[in-house]
């Protein structure tokens, strides 16, 4: 893999192959001495001089400096591929000490350095090709075995000299091969020029893509940072409020117990007593009246006037309980304190929302604790309102959300059609304008017909997906003018993301129709 990477280093750019016989730019590009001589050749003809890397320009002709020490490289990279060594094309005069040929001759069919270039050209004029090679059949006529000379322009054909006076191609307009090189170049530079821009715009997309990508990682990590320091948080909360409980626990034990023990400890003390007393009583089995009569600590008094028998007898009261509603609360409110912390950690607020019985529909019922709306096919009696939907089964939450972030969840019965969604409290009360999403001031999701539809200024959109689960989530963020909805399955799933710019406060809206009911969960 190195030694790849390192030959592609080694490629001129022109030729795709080793530098041979390397030179420099003023602006630090390598070629074959060669290639780049070629090249200056044609764009001399074009009227400038460019790099054909960068494509930096010169005003006139580039002097080219020999950079030796990339020479060195390529030599001693070379001394380390003997396969590679087999594959190029020496000289055909240089037996001894083979020297990489620069050119080959069509007519000689040889190739040369060079040294024995400048030889040839000064005793030969023949035709010589810039990339050497040993398979000189390629540049001949397969039929008359001569040089191709000419470019069939009707048949896009390499010809010779016999094959325009007296093959296929006679009468065809034909060009001198190197003429017709020299345009198909020109029109290639053209059109890599053309490319250019596409290229440019592609790597802009590019760049654009891997900073989103990079963004969006950062972003990963910073949030799997957030999640580990709440999800820290709340271990360290949920240990304190096990403490809180167990140490509830403790405390009533403890309290119970050591009354039930004092308890126990004085019914002892009695029970010892009367031990003793029934000793002296046993005394009644002596036969010996005199002693019988004469014992002085023996004392006979009935049940009911012992003193020692006035107690409770022992029994402990129903209330000397642990009280587990006391315990329960102690951990429902750790609880929620911790549910408290975490919606606070996270950055949104948890609405309580109440719906206005003013602005439903007459054939929507409201829950006595305003947090249920269902279809109801009897009218609700209700007085006159201005603010009440009159086309629609429609009602509006009592206060409106204006700023920050806010999450609450609903739950559907799973029966007919219902549409949540947000609205400004300026919505039309009547007429179809009123429906949500039939307007610019309302956006709802539906479940119609077992699939989801979300609408906004009469603009429809079915979603691809199927309903599973019959609580949604929905997600506000006022400021940054997002308006998200979540079906709140195992696991929870995005369904639609509104994004427009708030210029009223936003009251959650529900519409009903069909039997449906929906409430709103704390």
Excluded at 331 to 336: E, K
Excluded at 404 to 424: D, F, I
Aim: charged residues 30%.
């Amino acid at each position: 893999m190195a030694s790849a990477e390192l030959r592609d280093e080694l490629n001129c750019s022109i030729c795709l192959s080793l530098y041979t016989d390397p030179v420099s730019l003023r602006c630090g590009h390598n070629f074959c001495r060669s290639c780049i001589v070629s090249v200056l050749d044609a764009q001399k003809a074009a009227g400038g001089y460019f790099c054909p890397d960068c494509r930096a320009e010169y005003p006139e002709c580039l002097a080219l400096k020999k950079n030796r020490k990339l020479q060195n490289i390529v030599e001693r990279f070379l001394s380390t591929q003997p396969d590679m060594e087999e594959t190029r094309i020496s000289c055909t005069y240089c037996t001894k000490s083979p020297v990489r040929a620069v050119k080959s001759c069509l007519q000689c069919e040889n190739t040369f350095c060079n040294d024995h270039l400048n030889v040839h050209n000064k005793t030969l004029d023949h035709i010589l090709i810039q990339d050497p090679t040993r398979s000189f059949g390629n540049k001949k006529c397969s039929h008359h075995k001569k040089l191709l000379e000419y470019y069939c322009l009707q048949d896009a054909a390499c010809l010779c000299v016999s094959c325009c006076l007296v093959g296929e191609h006679r009468g065809h307009l034909v060009e001198l091969l190197d003429e017709a090189s020299e345009k198909k170049k020109m029109k290639l530079m053209e059109y890599h020029n053309e490319l250019n821009p596409q290229k440019g715009e592609l790597q802009t997309k590019v760049q654009y893509l891997q900073d989103h990508k990079w963004n969006i990682q950062e972003k990963a990590s910073d949030e799997r940072n957030n999640i580990r320091k709440i999800f820290n948080a709340i271990r360290k909360q949920v240990e304190m409020a096990e403490k809180k409980a167990l140490s509830e626990v403790s405390r009533q034990e403890e309290k119970i117990v050591s009354k039930i023990s004092d308890l126990i400890k004085k019914l002892e003390i009695q029970e010892e007593e009367l031990s003793r007393k029934m000793r002296h009583v046993e005394m009644c089995r002596v036969t010996d009246p005199i002693r019988l009569l004469q014992e002085s600590d023996i004392t006979v008094c009935s049940h009911g006037g012992d003193e020692d028998t006035e107690e409770d007898g022992g029994e402990v009261s129903s209330e000397e309980a642990l009280d587990e509603v006391l315990i329960s609360l102690t951990l429902h409110r750790s609880m929620r304190d911790i549910v408290t912390n975490v919606t606070s950690e996270l950055g949104f607020h948890v609405p309580d929302i109440l719906l206005d019985v003013d602005t439903a529909h007459r054939c929507v019922k409201v829950s006595e604790d305003l947090k249920t709306a269902a279809d109801s096919d009897k009218e609700q009696v209700r007085p006159e309102s201005p603010g009440r939907f009159l086309t629609y089964s429609q009602v509006l939450s009592r206060c409106g959300l204006s700023s920050g972030r806010h999450y609450w969840a609903v739950e559907w019965n799973q029966k007919g059609t219902y549409e949540l969604g947000m609205s400004y409290p300026s919505i039309e009360k009547k007429r179809k304008e009123s429906g949500m999403g039939y307007n610019d001031k309302s956006w709802c999701l539906c479940m119609y017909d077992a699939e989801y539809k979300v609408y906004h200024n009469s603009d429809e959109l079915t979603l691809n997906v199927k309903p599973k689960c019959p609580i949604l989530g929905v997600f506000l963020d006022y400021e940054a003018g997002r308006l998200s909805f979540y079906e709140l399955c195992d696991p929870i799933r995005h369904l639609h993301t509104f994004t427009a710019s708030f210029t009223e406060p936003l009251h959650v809206v529900f519409c009903v129709d069909d039997g449906a009911s929906v409430t709103i969960r704390s």
